[in-house]
């Protein structure tokens, strides 16, 4: 059974400086990761998504890295803004089916 | 395009009674999912459908909830008897299987059973 883990819980930045939010998963045949935030009582905004065959994807200031060897995947976040402040969560599919398991996300803070 | 679509967005009904949430995936899409969100539990998959289908639903909690779709444009997910365990927020997403199956969430229906 995939098991997703996003430490930590909560990260608190300065604005303007570069992060990485972390995303670790049990078994490594996954089909595709996505990246999602999610802002205080709002759904899901898809970010970024990694295809199995992909090491990495960008999209602006956000860059999204994926190494199945290691079960790894990260969101690095350069030059952090106060609009970034919300939750991320990772989620990965795996092969066979189309359901995604979610982290349980980091809770990213932006202090201005 | 609009995205997906939830409605109501917001409910608040007594325990016993029946609820029906519903979702207009996104023009074109081929795939539906119902998710759960709580505090405790995270998001949770209830159940989803391909081609209007249902292919998986081991995450339906139990015989209260069903779901449906009776076309490519429209979903419910209906509780009935509603009880107080079952407040979160419910989400609907679509996705098109067979591209790069990207899901797409909708804003979601916050369900309050008192």
């Known amino acids: 059974k995939q098991e997703v883990t996003q430490i930590p819980a909560a990260l608190s930045v300065p604005e303007g400086e570069n992060l990485v939010l972390n995303c670790s998963f049990t078994d490594s045949a996954i089909y595709n990761l996505q990246w999602f935030r999610q802002d205080p009582g709002k759904g899901l905004t898809s970010l970024l998504l990694?295809?199995?065959?992909?090491r990495e994807q960008t999209s602006g200031r956000l860059n999204a890295s994926l190494d199945k060897s290691s079960g790894r995947s990260t969101l690095y976040i350069a030059a952090s803004q106060p609009g970034d402040s919300a939750t991320y969560l990772c989620?990965?599919?795996?092969?066979?089916?189309?359901?995604?398991?979610f982290g349980t996300g980091t809770r990213l803070t932006i202090i201005p | 395009d609009a995205g997906v679509i939830q409605s109501p967005r917001h409910e608040v009904t007594e325990m016993g009674q029946e609820v029906t949430l519903r979702c207009k995936p996104i023009?074109?899409?081929?795939?539906l999912f119902w998710y759960r969100q709580t505090m405790m539990r995270g998001l949770e998959l209830l159940i989803y459908?391909?081609?209007?289908?249902?292919?998986?639903d081991s995450g339906m909690p139990e015989d209260r909830f069903s779901a449906k779709m009776p076309n490519a444009s429209f979903s419910t997910l209906k509780i009935q008897p509603s009880e107080p365990r079952d407040s979160a927020v419910y989400f609907c997403?679509?996705?098109?299987?067979?591209?790069?199956?990207?899901?797409?969430f909708g804003p979601g229906t916050r369900l309050t059973v008192l």
């Open positions: 989620a990965l599919m795996n092969f066979g089916n189309e359901k995604l398991t």
């Open positions: 990694i295809q199995s065959s992909q």
């Open positions: 023009s074109g899409h081929n795939s």
């Open positions: 997403a679509s996705s098109l299987l067979g591209v790069d199956n990207e899901q797409f």
């Open positions: 459908f391909n081609n209007n289908v249902p292919i998986d």
